[in-house]
Nanobody
């Protein structure tokens, strides 16, 4: 079983920054996509950003483009979500997720990222609260 451990959430003022981390363990991964999702109270869980393990191709939802950056460190088995210029509407629980489905090799990061049903493994979630 793959385990995902998240950290880095917290309370920050509008305009501030946070960095979320997601470390995976359990078994070695070959080709995978790791993503960040968020869920605000009363709303559906939505994709924020994803990154491919092979060529670091990324996807960002429009509302975070230019403010958030996803990255990964394969040696540390860790992915990061750097969040800058945070806004109150970014307040949510943030989850990291991993998919290792074989079909990843014939599709795009964007196609995978916008559909959370691709993802089999999920972290516990980190609360991010942005005050105005």
């Amino acid at each position: 079983q793959l385990q995902l451990d998240e950290s880095g959430g917290g309370l920050v003022q509008s305009g501030g920054s946070l960095r979320l981390s997601c470390t995976h363990s359990g078994f070695p991964l070959d080709y995978y996509i790791i993503g960040w999702y968020r869920q605000a109270p009363g709303k559906e869980r939505e994709a924020v950003s994803c990154i491919s393990s092979i060529d670091s191709t990324t996807y960002y939802t429009d509302s975070v483009k230019g403010r958030f950056t996803i990255s990964r460190d394969n040696f540390k088995n860790t992915a990061y979500l750097h969040m800058n210029s945070l806004k109150p509407e970014d307040t949510a629980i943030y989850y990291c997720a991993v998919t290792i489905k074989s079909e990843l090799r014939i599709t795009t990061v964007q196609h995978v990222c916008v559909d959370r049903n691709w993802f089999d493994f999920w972290g516990q979630g980190q609360q991010v609260t942005v005050s105005s």
